[in-house]
């Protein structure tokens, strides 16, 4: 048998374990809802596609020749492989460690809250959560996933898209008593900021405060004054406190605005171009582990966007 084998061989190699097992092309018709003459022919497919024959046909039925033999165990321990390991994952016995790497405001705001629906799904995998700012270079060799934030590339690894990321001021409601009105940007000029200074590499540390913005048009006011951090989730935590006015990630939010810790003061979230990628190596997903914690990822980034339709519109509000 010459190339590979195509979507057809394995249909045939299907109706070949049930013929097998009965010894009868007319019993396996009947357990496939096909006509014994559909089984006979494809089965005369089949050999022809291997180059020998499977089958003896007698009078009285078939009989397997030795190449028939050896193929209908090779099927059968196949399918027992098969069953059983569908019945581990019915289960949930996948089991082991895994080295999961995530930027820090990402693995404290978003992730962290989430891990309880994951060790009810999976108990038996344990998780070695590393934080690491995307500055940090990748070796693949030192984690089994990784979450960055980033616009780029990752040569030498697989990606998947987990959630686009969009931006907007915040403050807490008791920043603005005894103030001059925050109805707009101009109205900055009377207020603390907050800068996360690791959001725009390579830039200034007022980088991200400027680049909000020029995205809504007030590009031009000076914003090179207050606080600076180097995570996200601190500065979002000194607005929280009272300290000023911080440009919040939205899924870096968990129900501040919700519960009213947070509100907006004025403008609409933008894209700020930046997206949270699940990181791998070529190889990265063969192992159940990785590839469960994987699928768990994606599933709980399609929740929040449904649950977070706003993160996806730009044209409105948040507040």
């Given at each position: 048998m010459k190339g590979q084998l195509n979507g057809q061989v394995y249909v045939w190699l299907h109706v070949f374990a049930c013929a097998a097992r009965h010894l009868s092309f007319t019993r396996c018709a009947e357990e496939l809802h096909i006509t014994p003459g559909a089984v006979s022919q494809q089965?005369?497919?089949?050999?022809?596609?291997?180059?020998?024959?499977?089958?003896?046909?007698?009078?009285?039925?078939?009989?397997?020749?030795?190449?028939?033999?050896?193929?209908a165990q090779t099927v059968s321990d196949a399918y027992a492989s098969i069953e059983a390991e569908l019945l581990r994952l019915d289960a949930g016995e996948i089991r082991g460690t895994l080295r999961l790497r995530s930027i820090p405001s990402f693995l404290a705001k978003w992730l962290t809250p989430r891990l309880p629906r994951f060790q009810q799904r999976y108990p038996d995998i344990e998780l070695r959560l590393v934080?690491?700012?995307?500055?940090?270079?990748?070796?693949?060799?030192?984690?089994?996933?990784?979450?960055?934030?980033?616009d780029g590339s990752y040569p030498g690894m697989l990606s998947t898209p987990l959630l686009d990321e969009q931006i907007f001021p915040v403050c807490s409601p008791a920043l603005l008593r005894g103030r001059p009105p925050?109805?707009?940007?101009?109205?900055?000029?009377?207020?603390?900021?907050?800068?996360?200074?690791?959001?725009?590499?390579?830039s200034s540390e007022y980088a991200e405060w400027e680049f909000y913005l020029r995205g809504i048009g007030a590009d031009g006011l000076d914003v090179r004054r207050g606080h600076t951090f180097n995570r996200n989730h601190l500065?979002?935590?000194?607005?929280?406190?009272?300290?000023?006015?911080?440009i919040a990630r939205r899924t870096l939010l968990?129900?501040?605005?919700?519960?009213?810790?947070?509100?907006?003061?004025f403008g609409v979230p933008?894209?700020?171009?930046?997206?949270?990628?699940?990181?791998?190596?070529?190889a990265g997903l063969l192992q159940?582990?990785?590839?469960?914690?994987?699928?768990?990822?994606?599933?709980?980034a399609q929740s929040f966007r449904a649950l977070h339709p706003l993160a996806l519109d730009e044209s409105k509000p948040l507040g």
């Open positions: 089965m005369r497919q089949l050999e022809e596609r291997l180059g020998f024959r499977l089958f003896l046909r007698r009078a009285r039925g078939v009989e397997l020749t030795a190449e028939g033999q050896r193929l934080a690491e700012d995307s500055s940090q270079a990748l070796d693949e060799s030192e984690f089994d996933l990784a979450i960055d934030l980033n925050l109805h707009g940007p101009a109205d900055l000029i009377h207020y603390p900021l907050l800068h996360d200074i690791t959001a725009w590499r390579g500065s979002i935590e000194a607005a929280i406190a009272g300290v000023g006015v911080a968990n129900d501040e605005l919700e519960r009213g810790a947070l509100i907006v003061p933008i894209a700020n171009h930046k997206r949270y990628v699940l990181l791998y190596s070529q159940p582990g990785a590839r469960a914690v994987h699928d768990w990822l994606v599933e709980e």
